[in-house]
């Protein structure tokens, strides 16, 4: 359908029917205009957010995580 032959067609509408067409067209437009960051920024963000967790020391073994986690129970349900 052309432009012309859609711009004839809204006119036989409703105006409850022209309204939502309005909505939808403003709703494709937004997420057609939605502005995108490109990869390399995300990756950028992504590996910033990867040196939050770096430290300096060493990860815990398991028996000292296990032994963390019953003393910090014990804290809590004495």
Known sequence: MSLQELRKQIYNLSVMERL???EAIAQSLQQELRPRPD?????EAL???RGI???DEASPTDAEATEAYV???MEKYK
Do not use: E, S
């Open 20 to 22: 939502a067409l309005m």
């Open 39 to 43: 990869r390399a920024a995300r990756m």
């Open 47 to 49: 590996t910033r957010l």
């Open 53 to 55: 967790a770096k430290t």
């Open 71 to 73: 003393d910090y129970l």
